[in-house]
């Protein structure tokens, strides 16, 4: 799930610059910074993700952080009346944290260490 949030961001970047250079914006400067605070949200996301794969643990907790930070955004965007974009937050928000959660009870075999 992370990587594909990375993923996304990553496109996000891709369409906001595509964007500046076709229409332009009355504040470049603005949109570049932004495409480079979302590549880095990116980048991390990316990389959760590969330590996700690769059986990590540690990334659970930054997982759980990072979605329980979309849930406001969810709420923010029903705020603003996009509904639909809303709950498409809140579900991918709340499959990340479920996923998580779910994946640090499994690594546990209830065997202590020796």
Do not use: H, K
Not at 5 to 32: A, H, I, K, T, Y
Not at 48 to 71: E, F, M, S
Not at 93 to 98: E, V
């Amino acid at each position: 799930m992370c990587a594909l949030q990375g993923l996304f961001l990553l496109g996000f970047c891709v369409w906001s610059l595509v964007e500046l250079s076709s229409s332009g914006s009355d504040n470049p400067s603005r949109v570049v910074m932004e495409v480079l605070l979302v590549a880095v949200f990116a980048v991390g996301l990316l990389a959760l993700g590969r330590y996700w794969v690769v059986g990590a643990d540690w990334p659970r907790t930054p997982t759980i952080v990072w979605n329980a930070l979309l849930l406001p955004v969810a709420w923010g965007l029903v705020q603003s009346e996009r509904i639909l974009i809303a709950l498409a937050v809140a579900l991918v928000a709340l499959i990340g944290i479920g996923s998580a959660v779910a994946a640090g009870s499994s690594d546990r075999s209830g065997s202590t260490p020796a």
